[in-house]
């Protein structure tokens, strides 16, 4: 490449590319970093045959599908979630870092009274009258919020991977 590149305004026109796929700020911020590293790393490649915006809009548009694509397939792997997935935390069995940061990320979100069963039922493998008697709660309730905490973690994930963008 004959000129030299103003990473400014390549940057700009990077953040123009991503606000088109509407993700929230945070995730916005950090594709465009990501992305002017891989146009900087890859100028070299760069041809005259099209126009230097021509090839950043195509490196950034195609990070942004990829990173889309990420996303929906970790969203897709909890629309079946069971009791076993939870389990397979504990053990590590989940395929990614990013799978399992998340998840203990919601699990952390949830509020206390459902978090603690969830943790105390799955992490540590205790059953429903173990936790009433721990909790000095009946079972029924413990029941009941280890349902609502499962329904909510659920919820809080599906909202992380899929609604955030």
């Known amino acids: ?24 700020d945070s995730t916005k911020e950090d594709l465009a970093q990501e992305i002017i590293i891989k146009v900087l790393i890859n100028k070299h490649s760069f041809e005259s045959r ?7 809009y ?3 548009r195609n990070h942004c599908i990829n990173y889309k694509k990420r996303r929906y397939d970790i969203y897709k ?22 799978t399992i940061s998340l998840i203990r990320k919601c699990i952390r979100e949830l ?37 609502t905490g499962k329904r909510l973690l659920k919820y809080s994930i599906s909202r992380e991977l899929f609604f955030r963008e």
């Open 111 to 147: 509020p206390l009274i459902y978090r603690i069963v969830i943790v105390y039922y799955f992490f540590y493998s205790m059953k429903y009258k173990e936790i009433s008697e721990e909790l000095n709660v009946p079972i029924g309730t413990i029941k009941s919020r280890l349902n």
């Open 77 to 98: 792997k909890f629309q079946d979630w069971d009791d076993n997935s939870i389990i397979m935390l504990r053990y590590n069995e989940v395929n990614s870092d990013e």
């Open 58 to 60: 195509s490196i950034a």
């Open 1 to 24: 490449m004959s000129k030299e590149i103003n990473i400014t305004e390549t940057y700009h026109y990077i953040n123009w590319v991503i606000r088109s796929f509407h993700f929230d």
């Open 50 to 56: 099209s126009k230097y915006k021509t090839w950043v």
